[in-house]
């Protein structure tokens, strides 16, 4: 899944390739790394993404379909939930910095930067939109 991040690696594509049932694999794979294989993927793809946005000057649409993503609106919006900034935004700020690292291992950098996605990204989003909506809720005068 690492070498080839951009494909589609459904469990059972690879639960078929290590011989054992979807079941079996998926329990193992989230003891072993610690998240379910998609969420796995999609580490690796923004992760692989955020380097080519970072450290190339390739069209944020190629980015996206380099990595994986069949939609610019879906990788768009999961790349702002995860990060916590657009694709463009991210390539600005992360241009703009002085290359401080362009002396440190490009596998260090990215392991630092690397997203962490201890819930889902629907789950944040249903989260934030919750915490929102609670916001605009006015509140009640005894």
Do not use: N
């Given at each position: 899944?690492?070498?080839?991040?951009?494909?589609?690696?459904?469990?059972?594509?690879?639960?078929?390739?290590?011989?054992v049932?979807?079941?079996?694999?998926?329990r193992?794979?989230?003891?072993?790394?610690?998240?379910?294989?998609?969420?796995?993927?999609?580490?690796?793809?923004?992760?692989?993404?955020?380097?080519?946005?970072r450290?190339?000057?390739?069209?944020?649409?190629?980015?996206?379909?380099?990595?994986?993503?069949?939609?610019?609106?879906?990788?768009?919006?999961?790349?702002?939930?995860?990060?916590?900034?657009?694709?463009?935004?991210?390539?600005?700020?992360?241009?703009a910095?002085?290359?401080?690292?362009?002396?440190?291992?490009?596998?260090?950098?990215?392991?630092?930067?690397?997203?962490?996605?201890?819930?889902?990204?629907?789950?944040?989003?249903?989260?934030?939109?919750?915490?929102?909506?609670?916001?605009?809720?006015?509140?009640?005068?005894?």
């Amino acid at each position: 899944m690492d070498a080839a991040s951009h494909e589609a690696w459904p469990v059972r594509r690879l639960a078929q390739v290590s011989g054992v049932s979807e079941a079996h694999f998926a329990r193992s794979f989230k003891d072993a790394f610690g998240l379910p294989p998609h969420r796995y993927l999609l580490t690796r793809r923004i992760e692989r993404a955020a380097a080519l946005l970072r450290d190339t000057g390739l069209p944020v649409t190629e980015v996206a379909f380099r990595t994986g993503w069949q939609s610019l609106g879906t990788f768009g919006r999961t790349f702002r939930d995860v990060v916590g900034e657009s694709p463009g935004d991210f390539r600005a700020r992360a241009q703009a910095l002085p290359h401080a690292l362009a002396w440190v291992p490009a596998c260090f950098v990215s392991a630092a930067q690397r997203p962490a996605l201890t819930i889902a990204v629907s789950e944040k989003r249903r989260r934030e939109a919750a915490a929102s909506l609670c916001a605009s809720q006015p509140s009640e005068a005894p």
